[in-house]
Structures are given as structure tokens and as C-alpha cells.
């Protein structure tokens, strides 16, 4: 949306925020929901959550509200961060939590003045996509970030095998259950994806300035891994797309980078592939295709290399294997 944070930004809001969530009461282990799409409140809530030694708990900002009661009671949240676009969920439900303390955040929020004001009206009051909600005693996430920037914040010790998030899984066998992710699952997660990068880059060497391309949701474990902690792992930059089903749009935010890595689902790479706009775009950067989420077809494997000359390596994991269990090598350069 035109709007970045350096690591610097990232260091001293994380901080902020994660002064505020202290200021609460909430002890070490306590759990935090984050319910958002992909924008810039995100990684400053998954970072002030860790750094202040608490345990994230992602939701998926489109469940219902049955979903996500379950999910709420499930982990015990006592706090969630919540894009207001999805606040009517949670007042429906939240009585029968132990959900005490909501931050809501707006699209607008760390776009800065003016052009945040617009967002805000156009989401609001134009496209109509902030359904009436009301939750007594919430707290705007900005309103946190200002007041926990005049706190201080006391970074926790946290161990090797203190649990860093609940992750729920797809559900596909039954009602989605909460994976425990130690601080080492994801440590070592984040070693090994990083040590295959290496592969890729002596097919091409790495950028001085890498982007990935963040199109897969934060709150699943597959862009949580890829984008939030390697992509940092990395010092790369992350290409937020709130909205990938617009395809249009999403091609749009394309043409203003180069992509160097390019995670995504079977779905994503047909769907582009049958986008015009797309087709036009330089692919001489991308270094790197990562599909997985999915089993991704031959068809559209080989498509994929013809058009942007690089394969699609595939990967298999498991929300309990933070996700990364196996990964085909990049060098190899084939569809398998």
C-alpha cells in the first residue's frame, strides 16, 4: 500500500507495543491472538508478542464466529490484536472467552496521516468493509504503540523450549487443533530453510536488497515461516498483499519491485499465469519459487519456468513441523 517499515521502525515499535502488552498485567506464557490480514500491524504484534515473552496464537481473520470461539477458548487468549474489519466476530463471541484485553487496529494505521485518514474513509464509509461492532474498553492499536513508546519495555528471558506459538491447524481431519511451537522448533526451522536458500543462490547469486513477494496469509504457518522469520532471517524485505484474491491489484504492487523470492500456493501461481499484466512483467530477478500448501501441478509448474525461466522447488510440512519437513532442491531445476 505504498507504505514500509525499515528493522529499525520494526525494533523500536515492536518494543512499544510490547511495553503496552506488559503494562496489562499479562504474565510470561500468557497468549495473544492476532486476527489481521497481511499489514504492517502484524510483524510489529508477532515480535512485540515474542519480545515481551508471550505466545502468538494466529486466526484466521475469516472465520466465523463459532470458529473462533472455539479457537479463543482453545488457547486461552487472554488479549487479542484484532483488525477492525473483523471486530463484529469477536463482540459476538467474546463474553464467553478469557479474552480481557483487545487492541483494533484499522488499515490506515501505519500509513501515515493524510493518506491513512483516506484509507480509513474509503474501507470505512465507501467500500462498507468495517461491519457496526462494539467492544467496551478496547484500545487503538496506534493508541497502544503511543503509549507503550513512553513505557519501558523489559525484554523476557525466554528458553529454547518455552513455546513461542500456538498454531492451529487446517482442520482438514477434524476441529483444528493448537500445535505447540517451542522458540527451538522455530529456530531450527529457520536454520535449515535458510541453509537450502544457500542452494539458490548458486543458481543466482543473492541480492545486496532481497524482496520476497508476502502474498500467503502471516497468519499461516507456511508465510509465518517463509515471509516473517526467514525473510528477517535474511534481512530481505517483505512485500505485503493484504488481498491476493485481486489479482489485478496484486500484479500492480508487482510491477513496482523486483521479486527475488516468491513463495505461493498451486492456486496463486494458475491464477497469475492466466493474467495478462502479469505475463508482461520482468522476471530476470526471481531467484526462487516456493510452492507448497498444496500438491502444485505439472502443468502449471512448467508453465511457471516458461514464463519467468524459474522452477517451482516444492516443499512438504506439517503445521507441527514449523512447517518446513522437506524441500526439493532449487538447483536441481526440475519439476518432481
Not at 13 to 30: D, E, M, N, R, V
Not at 51 to 67: D, F, K, M, Q, S
Request: proline share 6%.
Amino acid at each position: 500500500m505504498g507504505k514500509s517499515i525499515t528493522y529499525a521502525d520494526l525494533e523500536r515499535q515492536s518494543a512499544a507495543f510490547g511495553a503496552y502488552l506488559q503494562s496489562t498485567g499479562l504474565q510470561k506464557g500468557a497468549r495473544v491472538a492476532l486476527m489481521m490480514p497481511n499489514v504492517l500491524q502484524y510483524p510489529v504484534a508477532i515480535m512485540a508478542v515474542l519480545r515481551a515473552g508471550y505466545v502468538v496464537v494466529n486466526i484466521n481473520p475469516l472465520y466465523t464466529p463459532r470458529e473462533l470461539e472455539h479457537q479463543l477458548k482453545d488457547s486461552g487468549a487472554q488479549a487479542i490484536v484484532i483488525l477492525e474489519n473483523f471486530a463484529c466476530t469477536l463482540q459476538a463471541v467474546i463474553a464467553r472467552t478469557a479474552v480481557k484485553h483487545v487492541v483494533v487496529a484499522s488499515m490506515g494505521d501505519m500509513l501515515g496521516g493524510l493518506k491513512g485518514t483516506i484509507v480509513n474513509f474509503v474501507v470505512r464509509r465507501v467500500k462498507k468493509m468495517v461491519p457496526a461492532w462494539s467492544l467496551p474498553g478496547h484500545v487503538k492499536f496506534n493508541a497502544a504503540l503511543k503509549a507503550g513508546a513512553g513505557m519501558a519495555f523489559r525484554p523476557a528471558k525466554v528458553a529454547a523450549d518455552d513455546i513461542a506459538f500456538l498454531q492451529y491447524t487446517g482442520g482438514t481431519t477434524g476441529i483444528s487443533k493448537g500445535a505447540m511451537l517451542l522458540h527451538s522448533n522455530i529456530l531450527a526451522n529457520v536454520a535449515q530453510n535458510a541453509l537450502w536458500a544457500e542452494d539458490a543462490f548458486t543458481v543466482k547469486p543473492k541480492p545486496a536488497h532481497m524482496n520476497f513477494l508476502c502474498a500467503l496469509p502471516l497468519y499461516h504457518i507456511f508465510a509465518l515461516t517463509a515471509n516473517v522469520l526467514v525473510g528477517m532471517q535474511q534481512g530481505a524485505q517483505n512485500v505485503l498483499i493484504p488481498n491476493p484474491r485481486d489479482i489485478p491489484g496484486f500484479v500492480k504492487e508487482l510491477q513496482k519491485y523486483p521479486i527475488h523470492i516468491f513463495p505461493g500456493l498451486n492456486t496463486l501461481f494458475n491464477a497469475l499465469l492466466n493474467n495478462e499484466d502479469f505475463r508482461k512483467l520482468d522476471f530476470k530477478p526471481l531467484i526462487l519459487t516456493l510452492g507448497g500448501g498444496m500438491p502444485v501441478q505439472r502443468a502449471i509448474a512448467e508453465r511457471w519456468k516458461a514464463l519467468t525461466g524459474c522452477p517451482i522447488s516444492e516443499a512438504y510440512g506439517l503445521t507441527e513441523t514449523s512447517p518446513g519437513a522437506t524441500i526439493n532442491k532449487f538447483s536441481d531445476g526440475v519439476y518432481t
